[in-house]
């Protein structure tokens, strides 16, 4: 495996440049999400110039890159390409050129490393064996993407892979690589809820039922879910993201908008938080005289990512020969649809993180208790992962992982 590794990576140099320039390109023209045309015909052209089979259009905007290589089993890849409705404030020279919109999350560089580990995997040809359906999908942001692209034949029309592989840019050093077996990524549940008052004037709020205050107790209320009805030892987030209400300042509005995201790791501690959730909401209105019951509407986005133990451990070996720290996060309380992919076709899912980065300032930053401040997160305006070695390391670990899946080729007979 080392031996195929390092003889599929010899390559790198020659492909460097042009990954590079890519990377600048697509971090230049970010496109949201099912909006990602120019991002999907560039890989697409790119894809075939490799030597794939290449389908576009899948799932919307969707990309499929078969490369195959005789007999032996078929490894899924996954990248991500949509971006995300923030105003980048980086002063990268290649910053974003579109009026707010950004490549906040780092699927850019996760569309990069695909398309470099393609090309290098199709040069080293000689060291494996099976096929690679490389996957590049829009709409993760949305929790949408996934399942378009399965629902639009992904398996019946490309092949049911062995295992699914994937990767996500983290705020960890460059060079260095996450893995955690099990629950991975967390299930959200997002929640749009309506607070009906009695409208009427500032000057007389006697005469009416002011969802403002109503909205301001419920979202106080909803603080306790987490410290007073879960168990300390398991993670959950409940977040009021938007509260929406009244025009003026002396017009007491009929109505109030929240809406809420829940992270959850276990089905049964989701369920006790979605039920505490809208007790609290409905009892809320009810201490407040509402004339009518609160309006909400549930959205299952995102499930719980989990990573197969065996199948972990066994990637995991094969990226400890080329990565010298690999941590492990524990659970993330981000979320993925990647792990629909694998949950579709009833094989594992391995999914990782990967460094972007510089060292000295994250170690200064954690050590000092300022990581949080220092070091901005996926999503953030100033998301600015290092181009190198951060793409080199991305090529790196999909390679690795790829070959510790697919068969032997014809150098090792």
Known sequence: MTSARASVMKGLDDVRPGLEDLYRE???????????????????????????EV???????????????????????RADMDALPVQEQTDLPYR??????????????????????????????????GT??????????MAAGAKAMVDDGLYERFGRPDVTLGQHLAPIPAGWLGCHPGPAFAATDSIDVRLHGKGGHGSRPE????????????????????????????????????????????????HV???????????????????????IIRGEATAAGAPREPELTFHSAFPVLVNDDAAMARTKAALDEAFPMIIDPGPVTGSEDFGHFGTAAGVPTVYWLFGGEDQERFVTAYSGGTFERDIPSNHSPHFAPLL??????????????????????????
């Open 257 to 279: 908008d929240l809406a809420l995201n829940v992270r959850t790791f276990d089905v049964q501690v989701r369920d006790r938080v979605l039920a505490a959730i809208e007790r």
């Open 26 to 52: 697509l971090h230049a023209h970010p496109e949201l999400a099912f909006e990602e045309h120019r991002t999907a015909a560039e890989v697409a052209r790119r894809a075939a110039a490799a030597g794939c």
């Open 207 to 254: 005469t009416t039922v002011d969802p403002v205050v109503m909205a301001a107790s419920t979202v106080l209320r909803l603080q306790t879910v987490v410290s007073r009805e879960v168990a300390a030892k398991e993670s959950v987030v409940v977040t009021v993201g938007s509260i929406h209400g009244g025009t003026k300042d002396n017009i007491i509005p009929d």
């Open 132 to 141: 690679v359906l490389a996957v590049f999908q829009p709409a993760e942001e």
């Open 388 to 413: 190198q070695p951060t793409l080199d390391g991305g090529v790196t670990a999909l390679v690795t992982a790829a070959l510790a899946w697919l068969g032997p080729g014809s150098a090792a007979s």
């Open 96 to 129: 974003s050129t579109v009026d707010g919109v950004m490549h906040a999350c780092g699927h850019d560089m996760h569309t990069v490393c695909l398309l470099g580990a393609l090309d290098l995997l199709a040069r080293g040809r000689d060291q494996w064996s």
């Open 55 to 77: 389908t576009a259009g899948v799932g919307r905007t969707g990309v499929v890159a078969l490369l195959r290589n005789g007999s032996g089993p078929t490894v899924l890849l």
